[in-house]
């Protein structure tokens, strides 16, 4: 696609509910990375994927979070058994691979366990 | 450890003044940075990349590898600059770009 698509744009669960996050990465990007951003701080590293393969989880909070990018295209974060402190924006963004071209980010995910 | 340092989180100025906004990093490999820019209810999205030397809309970044610094500059700020800005220090994974270490960002308000 034109851009990288994540949905939906906002997502209210109750908690100890599942969720999942959908990514779609610009076509032909290798890389895929998640982000997540509370009020008033950067983003903050979750994990990323080329191709299919995961090359980096060491952000991923706790095994509630998992991520999977099955044919190296779209992505899904998944958070299962929410808690409050899940609440924030959930960023996804994709990259051609070469360092120097940085990252395309989407619009994000607005997740609010309530 | 890798860290990117913003010590400013406001930063107010007056159109036509000149803008400077602080970035330092720490990492001892070979940086890769960028700036990062979010206007009011829009995406991040990428203004600065180091290794580019490029200006965008007025904007321009050294790398000063000796006082591990990425400041982002505009001689004259225009009302539209107003936005949240971003450093960020990215690391490399062979050849690609790994992840991103980002700091806290600057929310910069130019005044009329």
């Known amino acids: 696609g034109a851009g990288v698509s994540q949905s939906p744009r906002y997502k209210v669960t109750k908690r100890g509910q599942d969720v999942a996050l959908r990514c779609d990465p610009i076509s032909g990007h290798v890389s895929l990375y998640w982000y997540r951003q509370a009020l008033g701080q950067g983003p903050e590293f979750l994990t990323y994927?080329?191709?299919?393969?995961?090359?980096?989880k060491s952000g991923l909070p706790n095994d509630r979070f998992s991520a999977e990018r099955p044919e190296g295209s779209i992505s899904t974060l998944t958070i299962q058994r929410t808690e409050q402190r899940d609440s924030a924006m959930y960023r996804c963004?994709?990259?051609?691979?070469?360092?120097?071209?940085?990252?395309?980010f989407g619009s994000g995910t607005r997740l609010t366990v309530v | 450890a890798q860290r990117v340092t913003q010590p400013e989180k406001l930063l107010s100025v007056f159109k036509g003044a000149p803008v400077e906004l602080k970035c330092n990093y720490s990492y001892s490999g070979s940086p890769e940075l960028f700036w990062y820019v979010q206007y009011s209810r829009q995406r991040l999205q990428l203004l600065l990349r180091?290794?580019s030397r490029e200006s965008i809309k007025g904007f321009t970044a050294d790398l000063n590898k000796g006082e591990t610094s990425f400041h982002l500059k505009k001689p004259f700020a225009q009302e539209e600059d107003s936005a949240m800005y971003y450093c960020a220090l990215g690391v490399l994974r062979g050849s690609t770009l790994g992840r991103l270490y980002f700091g806290r960002g600057t929310q910069l308000t130019v005044w009329p």
């Open positions: 180091h290794i």
């Open positions: 963004a994709s990259s051609p691979g070469q360092a120097s071209y940085g990252y395309t």
């Open positions: 994927f080329n191709y299919e393969a995961q090359q980096d």
